[in-house]
T-cell receptor, first 113, second 112 residues
Framework: NAGVTQTPKFRVLKTGQSMTLLCAQDMNHEYMYWYRQDPGMGLRLIHY???????AKGEVPDGYNVSRLKKQNFLLGLESAAPSQTSVYFC????????????FGEGSRLTVL | GEDVEQSLFLSVREGDSSVINCTYT??????LYWYKQEPGAGLQLLTYIFSNMDMKQDQRLTVLLNKKDKHLSLRIADTQTGDSAIYFCAERFEGGGNKLTFGTGTQLKVEL
């Protein structure tokens, strides 16, 4: 029962480096989301996707890009990492029509020096 | 825009009841949720309530919704040490698609 899997779980980057976080779900869910979690600020939506080939901006999209080439995968990219992007990133997936339950991955902790 | 507020910390003794509160601003909420996050883990859905309900009970959990005051609460009866976690309320509102807006989270600490 894999559910939602995020890789990597931990990463340290230098300012200006690029990286990609991968989210994979095996539940055939249509919707996928990337959130960041920061102390005292809860979860903030970065980008989301309502289906394969689609992406949309969330609340805090600047500095991030996403792609959903396959239904099961949702990639989050940082082209030029900044210390302000130090955070814990969570991916979530959601079936099309339900009560709204999100299924979360275990998180990816990113530190930008 | 939508905004969801929670107090950051709550400390209770084992066996007591815990009440975690949440206020939201969007009156067109359709569903409201409580998620639990244990240390080092992702969020898991605890319970949810549809906006036309005012109460929902599920074993030790009781959710109360006051739509007039836009106030949601989660009561945990007989709180145990295993209930120590961060609790997030979230809302899904009409016109927002399937997106959820999360609160800041309340860290519940259960003391012996």
């Amino acid at each position: 029962n894999a559910g939602v899997t995020q890789t990597p779980k931990f990463r340290v980057l230098k300012t200006g480096q690029s990286m990609t976080l991968l989210c994979a779900q095996d539940m055939n869910h249509e919707y996928m989301y990337w959130y960041r979690q920061d102390p005292g600020m809860g979860l903030r939506l970065i980008h989301y996707s309502v289906g394969e080939g689609t992406t949309a901006k969330g609340e805090v999209p600047d500095g991030y890009n996403v792609s959903r080439l396959k239904k099961q995968n949702f990639l989050l990219g940082l082209e030029s990492a900044a210390p302000s992007q130090t955070s814990v990133y969570f991916c979530a997936s959601q079936p099309t029509a339900n009560t709204g339950e999100l299924f979360f991955g275990e998180g990816s902790r990113l530190t930008v020096l | 825009g939508e905004d969801v507020e929670q107090s950051l910390f709550l400390s209770v003794r084992e066996g007591d009841s815990s009440v975690i509160n949440c206020t939201y601003t969007d009156s067109s909420s359709t569903y409201l949720y409580w998620y639990k996050q244990e240390p080092g883990a992702g969020l898991q859905l605890l319970t949810y309530i549809f906006s036309n309900m005012d109460m929902k009970q599920d074993q030790r959990l009781t959710v109360l919704l006051n739509k007039k005051d836009k106030h949601l609460s989660l009561r945990i009866a007989d709180t145990q040490t295993g209930d120590s976690a961060i609790y997030f309320c979230a809302e899904r509102f009409e016109g927002g698609g399937n997106k959820l807006t999360f609160g800041t989270g309340t860290q519940l600490k259960v003391e012996l």
